[in-house]
């Protein structure tokens, strides 16, 4: 098995940062990807950004330029650098890793969530 440990939410006013961080352990062969999806009230979970094993990323529309993700490989962890905060960034955050376990068991991973609220 593979976990995912998430910290660095919180409460935040507009216009302000925070980072979250990701460490994965347990079984892992390979990490191919990891990434972040939220998840806001009513809504379904969505992906804000990812990074391939090759350094690669990916963002959605909504968070280009204020959102970056970056990975140390070595280290199985992953971050998210998020700046100039809206409201509708409220949500909560999911670490999703995609992971072999040997060298033909391919899964996907998700942490527990941390909560992510934009208010003034």
């Known amino acids: 098995q593979v976990q995912l440990v998430e910290s660095g939410g919180g409460l935040v006013y507009p216009g302000g940062s925070l980072r979250l961080s990701c460490q994965a352990s347990g079984n892992i062969f390979r990490i191919i990807a990891m990434g972040w999806y939220r998840q806001a009230p009513g809504k379904e979970r969505e992906l804000v950004a990812s990074v391939n094993i090759g350094g690669g990323t990916e963002y959605d529309d909504s968070v280009k330029g204020r959102f970056t993700i970056s990975r140390v490989n070595a280290q199985n962890m992953v971050s998210l650098q998020i700046d100039s905060l809206k409201p509708e960034d409220t949500a909560v955050y999911y670490c999703?890793?995609?992971?072999?376990?040997?060298?033909?068991?391919?899964?996907?991973?998700w942490g527990q969530g941390t909560q992510v609220t934009v208010s003034s």
């Open positions: 999703n890793a995609v992971v072999y376990t040997t060298t033909s068991n391919l899964d996907k991973y």
